[in-house]
């Protein structure tokens, strides 16, 4: 999913004033790596490296991130 609308302004969900902020800007970064992620591994077709230099961070980091969301580099490589 695009991480901006179409006037280019950042998406972002309701804020959860129901919950301490520790535990809500926890929740949003989650979601927001875990979307920002997907699309960017999406961009470059599951490619580690691609992504990772995109992304401005290791491969190493990139994985550690990818391991946290559950995503798996072969399900945004695109099939022919």
Do not use: W
């Not at 902020?21 to 992620?37: C, G, M, N, P």
């Not at 580690?48 to 290791?58: L, S």
């Amino acid at each position: 999913p695009d991480l901006l609308d179409a006037q280019g302004e950042v998406v972002t969900s309701p804020v959860r004033t129901s919950l301490p902020l520790k535990q809500a800007r926890r929740i949003t970064v989650d979601r927001f790596e875990s979307q920002y992620l997907s699309s960017l591994l999406e961009q470059c077709n599951g490619v580690i490296k691609d992504a990772a230099g995109r992304a401005g961070v290791t491969t190493r980091q990139l994985s550690k991130l990818m391991g946290r969301h559950g995503l798996d580099k072969m399900d945004f490589r695109k099939k022919n």
